[in-house]
């Protein structure tokens, strides 16, 4: 454990306490993507089953389930209660062309052929493309509205603080997990061209607008 870690952590956990708070306050799911709220879900349930074989520590266990519930009630809230309110026609990313490869990726590219150990090598790979679904819901409509672009925002900057994470633990514990960091260096890497319109429009007090696709 180290401040990358915990500032990661806690930066993950406000983007999803925003999230949830956005859709509870408006009753209304707009401008947000089912599918990726659906992939990370999947992420979370994946990674997160050695709540059942190990114990690492009482913050770590509290951070999983935590994660784990306001990943299902986002989902909930989505296509359960406010689903009137789901912008179906924009989330139209076709998932197959994430879950494939990344699937394919985890029985080729892991540490251990186990169950567990693939399931969480797929969790990885699958977490650096799940906000993809998201972007492209942004580009389609061609704007987002602020509390999302909150959202989006400290959703990437857990990212960035966990590669500070990383490199600070190859400092100090010469410790190297490759298939995290290079699942993250793509991750951030989705996250530049937003990053830049969120500083230089959202904290301006513009709205995030983007051309809208031919």
């Not at 956005?22 to 009753?27: F, G, V, Y």
């Not at 912008?87 to 699937?103: A, G, R, W």
């Not at 514990?173 to 995290?180: L, P, R, S, V």
């Amino acid at each position: 454990m180290n401040v990358f870690r915990i500032l990661g952590d806690l930066s993950h956990l406000l983007a999803m306490i925003l999230l949830l708070g956005k859709i509870w306050k408006s009753k209304s799911c707009k401008g947000i993507s089912g599918k990726s709220q659906l992939l990370f879900a999947l992420v979370f349930t994946t990674r997160y089953l050695d709540l059942f074989t190990n114990f690492i520590s009482i913050y770590n266990t509290i951070m999983k389930v935590v994660f784990l519930l306001c990943a299902y009630v986002t989902v909930y809230m989505i296509y359960g209660k406010f689903r009137k309110t789901f912008d179906i026609e924009n989330d139209t990313f076709y998932l197959q062309f994430l879950l494939v490869p990344v699937i394919g990726l985890s029985f080729l590219e892991n540490y251990s052929f186990t169950p567990l150990e693939i399931l969480w090598t797929f969790s990885i790979y699958l977490e650096s493309v799940a906000i993809l679904p998201q972007l492209f819901m942004i580009s389609k409509t061609g704007e987002a509205e602020t509390i999302t672009t909150h959202y989006l925002f400290f959703l990437g900057l857990y990212r960035v603080l966990y590669l500070a994470n990383w490199i600070r633990r190859y400092q100090t514990e010469n410790f190297y997990d490759q298939i995290a960091v290079v699942s993250g260096v793509v991750q951030t890497i989705f996250y530049c061209d937003f990053f830049y319109l969120y500083v230089t429009k959202v904290l301006k007090g513009k709205k995030l607008s983007l051309p809208m696709p031919i």
